[in-house]
T-cell receptor
Framework: GAGVSQTPSNKVTEKGKYVELRCDPI?????LYWYRQSLGQGPEFLIY????????DSGLPNDRFFAVRPEGSVSTLKIQRTERGDSAVYLC??????????????FGPGTRLTVT | AQTVTQSQPEMSVQEAETVTLSCTYD???????LFWYKQPPSRQMILVIR??????QNATENRFSVNFQKAAKSFSLKISDSQLGDAAMYFC?????????FGTGTRLQVFP
């Protein structure tokens, strides 16, 4: 595709519910990243995929958060038993390379999650 | 752990003037990469400029340039001939391996 796309653009859910956020990376990009941006803050790293496997999930805040990328393209971030503190913009990025190097991570427009 | 600090929550500049946004970082690594991203209200992060730590020459992209001081761990962004479209949040970011570490951002206002 032309760029990284994320769906939905906005999601409102009730506390305790389960949500799924989808990311479609740029075609051919092997690396995919999820970040979370709380109000007034910079994005914070959650998880990084190289192909189908999670290469680094050190940023996931707890076991309510889980992400998959079963075919090495589309990724889904899953949040169980949502809490009001999960409200944030969830950003996805992809890149054609990984590891060291001056390569660019291309970002999607994000999904704004609001937990009421 | 690496950290990135942007000490200016807000900055303003007159159209056609020059403005400098500050960024400092802390790391014990010698090989890393630094970036400035722009985030307009549409939320999409757009890469403005990037710098490899091993390069002494400051990066330049049209009206955007950086002042990279490795010993001082400083990476400021200079925007020349500011335009109304430059108004946005600007984030400084650090990367050594894969993940980006961002600062808290600087909101830039541009006045006509």
């Amino acid at each position: 595709g032309a760029g990284v796309s994320q769906t939905p653009s906005n999601k409102v859910t009730e506390k305790g519910k389960y949500v799924e956020l989808r990311c479609d990376p740029i075609s051919g990009h092997t690396a995919l990243y999820w970040y979370r941006q709380s109000l007034g803050q910079g994005p914070e790293f959650l998880i990084y995929f190289q192909g189908t496997g999670a290469a680094d999930d050190s940023g996931l805040p707890n076991d309510r958060f889980f992400a998959v990328r079963p075919e090495g393209s589309v990724s889904t971030l899953k949040i169980q038993r949502t809490e009001r503190g999960d409200s944030a913009v969830y950003l996805c990025a992809s890149s054609s390379m990984a590891g060291t190097g001056i390569y660019e991570q291309y970002f999607g427009p994000g999904t704004r999650l609001t937990v009421t | 752990a690496q950290t990135v600090t942007q000490s200016q929550p807000e900055m303003s500049v007159q159209e056609a003037e020059t403005v400098t946004l500050s960024c400092t970082y802390d790391t014990s690594e010698s090989d890393y990469y630094l970036f400035w991203y722009k985030q307009p209200p549409s939320r999409q992060m757009i890469l403005v400029i990037r710098q490899e730590a091993y390069k002494q020459q400051n990066a330049t992209e049209n009206r955007f340039s950086v002042n990279f001081q490795k010993a001082a761990k400083s990476f400021s962004l200079k925007i020349s001939d500011s335009q109304l479209g430059d108004a946005a949040m600007y984030f400084c970011a650090y990367r050594s391996a894969d993940k980006l570490i961002f600062g808290t951002g600087t909101r830039l206002q541009v006045f006509p």
